[in-house]
T-cell receptor, first 119, second 112 residues
């Protein structure tokens, strides 16, 4: 149980284009999902917290107009990198908080990540 | 000072060795600590979850928290090549599972 998937696993795009990354909780409902970014040899940095049906909460320094987050259902959150540039190239990882009221509510389950390369 | 600091490694050990991975944290109010394992090009997976001081054991893995020195450790006994991965310590600064703060990670290689 508690499987989180991401799609695509890898994407290469041209500078100036937009890229959408999907994060799905496959066997549980996740009211809260998180989006992280990880640069090579660096740790995971939280970008934003996404709650189903409400606006995402962005961390300081993360441009909300550039990184659009939508959490329209209890099993799906999307991150859209708008007008991507080479410096946005990174490993994007989502996580989902365990189902409310369940034994794993205080645990985050991570997706496999999406490697974005902007040319 | 960063909230969580972690020995950068990399660490290379022979198969069967005991591995010690360590982190320090800055705020004595932190209560929950996690260790995640991340294989190359994959998302992290939770290994151990501890609360407060003391030891917690799960198979070959032991997590230790020393609140007096704000030091957390993960020990791996009888290390295997399959343990080769990056290990990250993490804590939720505000309690619960919101806003996990991660250490940089220590890359471990276990040589057969």
């Amino acid at each position: 149980g508690a499987v989180v998937s991401q799609h695509p696993s890898r994407v290469i795009c041209k500078s100036g284009t937009s890229v959408k990354i999907e994060c799905r909780s496959l066997d549980f409902q996740a009211t809260t999902m998180f989006w992280y970014r990880q640069f090579p040899k660096q740790s995971l940095m939280l970008m934003a917290t996404s709650n189903e049906g409400s606006k995402a909460t962005y961390e300081q320094g993360v441009e909300k107009d550039k990184f659009l987050i939508n959490h329209a259902s209890l099993t799906l959150s999307t991150l859209t990198v708008t007008s991507a540039h080479p410096e946005d190239s990174s490993f994007y990882i989502c996580s989902a908080r365990g189902e409310a009221g369940g034994p794993s509510y205080n645990e985050q389950f991570f997706g496999p990540g999406t490697r974005l390369t902007v040319l | 000072q960063k909230e969580v600091e972690q020995d950068p490694g990399p660490l290379s050990v022979p198969e069967g060795a005991i591995v010690s991975l360590n982190c320090t944290y800055s705020n004595s109010a932190f209560q929950y600590f996690m260790w995640y394992r991340q294989y190359s090009r994959k998302g992290p997976e939770l290994l151990m979850y501890t609360y407060s001081s003391g030891n917690k054991e799960d198979g070959r893995f032991t997590a230790q928290v020393d609140k007096s020195s704000k030091y957390i450790s993960l020990f791996i006994r009888d290390s295997q090549p399959s343990d080769s991965a990056t290990y990250l310590c993490a804590t939720p600064p505000q309690g619960g599972s919101e806003k996990l703060v991660f250490g940089k990670g220590t890359k471990l290689t276990v040589n057969p």
